[in-house]
Structure formats: C-alpha cells, structure tokens
C-alpha cells in the first residue's frame, strides 16, 4: 500500500473553541491509482491532500507512506520527501512570475542538488513533453492560464515523483484549458502516475477511478468509476 | 543545494526590487564611505607627522630637562626647566662617557624682538651648536654662510635667518652682511636658510638662529633647553640611552630613577606617541561612523521583514517543492549580506575617491603634503564589517522566514 492513514484528525483551534477540519480519516491509496476526492467547500478536502502531502501534520491519527509512519517526521525529513517523492499542482498555479518557464520547472531540482547541466537536460525534456518548448525562456507572468498550469505540471513532473498531488487544478481556468490539462493527468495515469485529485466538481473526479466523498471531515462514501462508461462518453463527446 | 545556486536565487530575489534595494543600502554606503575616509586621511596624517619626525634621522636622541611630562599640563616643566647645565653638556660630549654617540649638541631658545631699521620680529632666537645644522639637515642660501666651531667658541654676534625672518626684516632685499638689533645688541646675518618647512615640530623658517653660546649671553641662560645626542647607530641608541643617564645622574647626585630631573625622548618615542594620538582619533572618529552602519543595518533588516512577509507564497512553494528551512534562512541571509557587501564595496570605492579628491585639494589649495594611498586596511575592515552587518541584520528576517510553515504561507494572500 503506498498511502495508508488511520484516525487522521487535523483539529484547528480558534479562540478556544475547537473546529475539526478532517474528524478521523481511514483511507488506502493504491500505488498507480488515480483517485479524485471530492465534497463540498469546508469538507477537509484541501487540509486532507495537504496532509497527505505532507505540507501540513495530523493533530492526531496516524499517516504511513510506503509503509512509514510519517506525521512525526522532522521538518527536514518532510521537505526531503517532498521534495523527492511528491508533485504538487495548485489552483493558483504558483509560479514565480519573474523567472523563466525553465527556472519555474528547474526549481525543484536545484533542491535536489541536481547539477545544472543535468537540471536543465530533465527540464527541458518535461518542458517538451507539455507542449511549451517555444515558451521555454519566457517569464512565466506572460502566459496564459493554461500555459501557466501546464508549467506547473512540468514543474510537478520533473523530479519523477511517485505521487502527484492536484488541489483544484482547473478551478482558475475556462473550461477549454481545464479539459486539456484534466487530458494531461489521464495521460500521467496511463503511464503508471499515481494522481490524488482535489475537486468540488463531479465530472472532473469522475476522469479518476475512484471517487473519496468527503463531508464534515469524514469520508461519506467511496465509489469505483465505471472505466467503460466513461471511456465510451468521452467517446461521444 | 549549492551555494552558487543560492547566490543565483538571491541575486535574482534582489534585482525584482531594484529601486528599493539601491535605496536600501545607502546608509550602508554612507557608513563605510565615511569609515574609508577617517581611516585614509587618518594614515595619510600619521604619515605626513611620522615622516616629518623621521626627518631628524632615527639615530638622534633628545635629552630635555625636568621630568617626563604625563599629560599636557606637564609640559611647562620641560620648558621652564633648568636642570642641564653646561657641566652636563661637556660631560656627555666627552668620548669615554658615551662612547656610542657620534655628536652631542645643546639647543637653547629665547623669545625675543628683532628690528632691522624699522622692522621689527617678534620669534624665537634657537642658539645650536654648527652639527645640528646636519641634523636637521639645514642648508644656507648663497651668497652666505653658516656659523661654524669658531664662532660658538669665540661667541660671535652672528646669526643665520629663517627664510620667513628674512622677509620679515628685510623684504626683498639682500640681508647677508647687514646687522639686526636683538635686545639692543647688534647682530650680524651671515647667511639665509633654504625654505625647508615645518620639521620635528620646529619650523626653522619662522626663527633665527645663532651659535648656542652666543644665545646663552644674550639670553643669561645658564642651562640648556635639551641636548641632543646622535648615536652612531639605531642599534647603538639603548647604550647611548643607559650612558646619558648614568652621566646625568651622576651630575645631579640623583640615586632612583624616579627622581630624574630630565628625560629621554627618542625618534621611536615621539613617532609612537603621535602614532598613538592619531590611532585613538582614527578610531573615535571611525566609531562616529560606525553609528551610520547600525542605522543602515536597521534599515536592511526592516526591508528585510517587509521582504519576507511579501514573499510569504514564494516561501510556501519553495517548501513545497523540497526547500528546508535552511535553504530558506540561507536564501534571505544571503539577500542581505548580498545588499550589505554591495553597499560596502560601492562605500570602499566612494570613500576612496573622496580621500583621493580630499588629498588633491589639500596639496593644491593648502600646501599640505598629503599623499594618497589605497586604504586597504580600511577597504578589508569595510568588506568584514559590511558583511557583518547583513549577517547580524539580516539573520531574524531570515529566521522568520525559514520557520514559516509551508501550508500557513501558501494560503497567505
């Protein structure tokens, strides 16, 4: 099992009063599964893959990642993991305006300590691979949307990670550009990428062969998407 | 993560807010430019008064009467003081006493007015021996002479002119041969010195000199102001030292040292008490400037919040994507020392033209003998404190900015 997790609690605290986010979560994940979670806003969807992510720690509850048990991991052990492990694509796309497409996708290499040689050889190649070889040395606040979540895939990409976390990654964009960069992590999947996918949207999770329905912190239920079904309506879209 | 990644990184951090990083260093500029200064001007000072000192010549020894004067209160009892008398003078020049010493002469001085038809001077009339002229290195105008053996012996009425006494009294016009008055007594002027300038603190310009024995009858002067002896070698000078005491003491029948009634000056003594004066003004001066660095160190360290907190995104990708808390401390450390090295080195290159410019005006327009040199003592210590200055200013801003949490600084807006 790559992600297992069992009574995962993140609790915040405000003046006293206790508000739970995510209330005890048990949940599996697949090695090369594509899941979706979904629910409506204030369900602890977004602290849950934060969590998973590692960018934030449990209050409680525990977190095995390949087997490990990582919520008691040093700061530095996390970044490390991070670093090594995941790919995060965010709503907001998250770019360094002022660098170049390359310097964006290279960042996470540099913390690797990649040589710069080798950095920009990996980059480069993700950077085709999405489509914005002509756009390489362009600073990234100059593209569009689309473009600017597509970087941020390379960006995800270039450190071959064994997961990739997606926090409403079509939220900021039309719908023509959303569709291309769902087509994007449909394709990762087809290579064998393991892809957790945070939505409010149906017909988004359901590119996803599971579906986690969150609601008030706990899962309200899990569904199996109908890979035939959805296959034959893309078919006839 | 490399360094010279992170240099890249911080460069690039820096050059997003030009303007404001230019504007930010100033009070870093303004501080090491003014330490540069102080401390270039300080050593140029300090070599102008040394080399003047040194002038005299390293082997020469000055013997001056009463005690060593501590503070400048005491210095009056080394002028008024009557202790070296003629037996002392005869003592020390005599070969088996001090065998080191090569010369022994006696200075003596007299405030007095000196008139030639309706002219008159007031200075100070300097009675020598004729190798003292060697000494310092006195050389007489033609036509004209300098007073020799002879004349100290036979107490001639004669008397060599400064060049700016010879102005004084005569003008333009010739002087040598003419008589001048000196307490109603006639003089004759043998000779007119060169101009030579401030030397040894004595600028032989402004006097008139003549045979000591001659000043000495003028004067009734029955001691001398100091004798200087020259040693036959630097090494030789501690020996010469320990022979004019023992002669001295002897002379005044003084047992403990503590009792002397005269003192020996050095040329090693003086340039190391000059050295001194100069260092502690250098230093207090360069404190004075120093105060502008903290200042601009507080400055760099405001941006440097403000910096951070603006970068509160930037922060939180970078940790999502792998940065540790290090690479982010690092990051923000090395932007402010980036700023303050940056700010130090344009100082080093501000301060050093100002003293260039400071020591051309001073040669051109004052006449002072200024020389410029590359102050590299003051450009390392500006390069270590400028450095330090980020260091120490920039290390909180740095600090705030590595502990924040990833997922706090990717929801900030």
């Avoid at chain 2, 050295?275 to 941006?303: C, E, P, Q, R």
């Amino acid at each position: 099992m790559l992600i297992e997790t069992r009574g995962l609690k993140k609790i915040y605290s405000i003046d006293g009063s206790e508000t739970p986010a995510v209330n005890g979560i048990n949940l599996e994940i697949k090695e090369g599964e594509f899941v979706a979670i979904i629910g409506p806003s204030g369900s602890g969807k977004s602290t849950l893959l934060q969590i998973l992510g590692c960018l934030d720690r449990p209050t409680d509850g525990e977190y095995f990642l390949d087997g490990k048990e990582v919520s008691k991991y040093s700061d530095d052990e996390l970044a490390h993991l991070r670093n090594k492990k995941f790919g995060f694509v965010f709503q907001s796309f998250n770019l360094l305006g002022r660098l170049s497409v390359l310097e964006n996708v290279e960042l996470p290499l540099i913390y690797a300590g990649v040589s710069e040689s080798k950095r920009r050889e990996m980059a480069v190649k993700v950077i085709n691979s999405i489509g914005l070889s002509d756009r390489i040395d362009f600073e990234t606040m100059r593209l569009s949307g689309g473009q600017k979540q597509r970087v941020a895939i390379a960006r995800a990409l270039v450190n071959e990670p064994r997961i990739i976390f997606a926090d409403e990654p079509t939220g900021n964009l039309d719908s023509k550009s959303g569709r291309a960069i769902l087509n994007f992590f449909e394709k990762l999947h087809e290579e064998g990428h393991t892809i957790i996918l945070v939505t409010h949207e149906t017909f988004l999770a359901e590119s996803a062969e599971r579906i986690i329905h969150l609601k008030d912190g706990l899962i309200e239920k899990e569904e199996i998407v109908n890979h035939k079904s959805y296959k034959e309506r893309k078919f006839f879209k | 993560m490399k360094f010279s990644d992170n240099l890249k990184m911080s460069y690039s951090g820096l050059t997003t807010h030009m303007s404001r990083s230019v504007l930010t260093i100033l009070g870093i500029v303004i501080g090491i430019t003014a330490i540069i200064i102080v401390m270039a001007l300080g050593q140029s000072a300090q070599n102008l008064i040394v080399g003047e000192i040194q002038s005299m010549g390293p082997e020469t020894i000055v013997v001056l009467p009463g005690k060593q004067p501590k503070g400048l209160s005491d210095v009056g009892g080394s002028i008024l003081g009557d202790s070296l008398k003629e037996k002392d003078f005869k003592d020390l020049s005599k070969k088996e006493n001090v065998p080191d010493a090569v010369n022994v002469s006696p200075v003596v001085f007299s405030s007095i007015n000196a008139s030639y038809s309706s002219q008159t001077y007031d200075t100070l009339v300097l009675g020598i021996s004729p190798s003292l002229f060697k000494t310092f290195s006195l050389e007489v105008r033609a036509p004209g002479t300098l007073f020799g053996q002879n004349d100290v012996n036979e107490r001639s009425s004669v008397v060599v002119l400064g060049n700016k006494a010879q102005t004084e009294l005569f003008g333009n016009s010739d002087s040598v041969g003419e008589k001048i008055k000196i307490k109603g007594k006639n003089f004759k002027v043998i000779g007119v010195l060169a101009k030579k300038g401030q030397s040894s603190f004595v600028n032989f310009d402004d006097h008139i000199i003549a045979p000591y024995t001659t000043v000495q009858d003028l004067s009734g002067l029955k001691y001398f102001n100091r004798i200087t002896v020259t040693a036959k070698s630097v090494d030789a000078i501690p020996s010469v030292i320990k022979d004019i005491e023992l002669v001295l003491r002897t002379n005044h029948k003084i047992d403990d040292p503590k009792n002397d009634d005269f003192y020996i000056q050095t040329q090693e003594d003086l340039v190391k008490s000059v050295s001194s004066i100069t260092d502690v003004l250098t230093i207090f001066l360069g404190s004075v400037a120093a105060i502008s660095l903290v200042v601009g160190g507080i400055g760099i360290m405001n941006i440097m919040f403000v910096s951070v907190t603006e970068r509160t995104r930037e922060i939180g990708l970078r940790k999502a994507l792998g940065a540790t808390n290090k690479n982010i401390l690092v990051q923000f450390l090395t932007e402010a020392v980036i700023l303050t090295v940056a700010g130090g080195v344009i100082g080093i290159i501000f301060g050093t033209g100002l003293t260039a410019l400071t020591v051309v005006v001073l040669n051109k327009f004052a006449g002072i003998n200024f020389t410029f040199s590359f102050p590299i003592v003051g450009a390392l210590l500006g390069i270590f404190v400028s450095s330090a200055v980020g260091f120490i200013f920039g290390i909180f801003p740095a600090r705030k900015a590595s502990l924040k949490s990833p997922i706090e600084a990717l929801r900030y807006e």
